[in-house]
């Protein structure tokens, strides 16, 4: 039998197009500056993979900021509002909290957050371009404070969102979920990245492999890699006190991908659409901290989580 092409769903929306980058925002002085904020390069990663408990209340404390401006972008999305201006508010956001956003200038980045809208994957750079009705986006927030990031993103809906993406979002949570829950003392890595790639199969979603989870603390990208696809090589377990992120990205059509001119972002080859959750996370004596969330326990996937049943 002649081998039938997979059916993708069709979206009405057109490619993404590169707008305008506006200059970039300076840093009151007052800021304390993580060490490439300047040069534009992170020295090379030293620190060690398990944190100290200074580190680990200062990493709540980061996390928590975090996720509250997370949830504070929530308000931000709309049909017509340029992903510059949800840069604009994040700026202003994380440096009225006293810290610094990690993008600025990291390895040259020219503004304080992620936006990554349809089938940008990730690290696209806010410009011009208004969010349309029915798109999504990924906002990715990672802020420095007391000597140590915290690192999280979440999808938001713009307007009315067809079944399909909502479906690529839900899923996309879900698996995030289900490799936290797979996190403990003594776990091997590549348990997370078989947890993330059995749930996308499961729902004939792709998972990207250029890009990876990482360890998270005083650096920004510490030395510890997390592949989110299953890697048999990494048999390495997780320390009780280590600090690393899972942010896994999914695709209602194939991962591979392709880098557009600014160096920065990624996108889909074929066009189709693309979603990403993370979280910053702590190995504790039986499981997983979630650090990147408020006080009270709330984060941006819960506001998500009710729009796609997930
Ligand atoms: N926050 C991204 C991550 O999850 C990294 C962004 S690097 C930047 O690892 F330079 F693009 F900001
Ligand atoms: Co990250
Ligand atoms: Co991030």
């Not at 929306?13 to 904020?37: C, D, E, M, T």
Request: aromatic share 4%.
């Amino acid at each position: 039998m002649a081998k039938r092409k997979r059916k993708l769903p069709r979206h009405s929306s057109p490619p993404v197009q590169q707008g305008l980058v506006s200059p970039r925002r300076p840093v009151p002085s007052h800021i304390v500056l993580p060490p490439y904020a300047i040069s534009g390069k992170p020295p090379p990663a030293v620190a060690p993979l398990v944190r100290t408990p200074e580190e680990i209340e200062a990493m709540r404390e980061a996390g928590a900021h975090a996720a509250e401006v997370l949830l504070r972008v929530a308000e931000k999305i709309a049909p017509g509002v340029a992903t510059e201006a949800l840069d604009a508010f994040v700026h202003d956001e994380v440096i009225s909290r006293g810290a610094y956003p990690s993008p600025l200038n990291y390895k040259g980045f020219p503004k304080s957050v992620c936006t990554s809208v349809n089938e940008v994957i990730c690290h696209g750079i806010p410009d011009s371009r208004q969010l349309q009705d029915g798109d999504i986006i990924n906002v990715d927030i990672t802020l420095y404070r007391n000597g140590v990031h915290g690192d999280t993103s979440s999808m938001f809906l713009v307007g009315d969102v067809d079944e399909s993406s909502r479906k690529l979002v839900r899923e996309t949570l879900i698996a995030l979920r289900e490799a936290i829950a797979v996190v403990r003392p003594g776990c091997a890595i590549n348990e997370i990245g078989h947890a993330i790639e059995t749930h996308a199969r499961k729902h004939r979603l792709g998972v990207v492999r250029e890009f990876i989870g990482h360890g998270v603390g005083s650096e920004f990208h510490s030395k510890l890699a997390i592949p989110h696809y299953f890697d048999p090589k990494q048999t390495r377990q997780l320390e009780q006190g280590t600090s690393f992120t899972i942010e896994p990205m999914l695709t209602l059509g194939s991962p591979s991908l392709r880098i557009w001119d600014d160096e920065w972002t990624a996108v889909t080859k074929d066009g189709h659409r693309s979603a990403q959750f993370e979280h910053t996370l702590l190995v504790t004596p039986t499981s997983a901290e979630i650090l990147t969330q408020t006080p009270t326990g709330e984060t941006a996937h819960d506001l998500i989580a009710d729009l796609v049943n997930a």
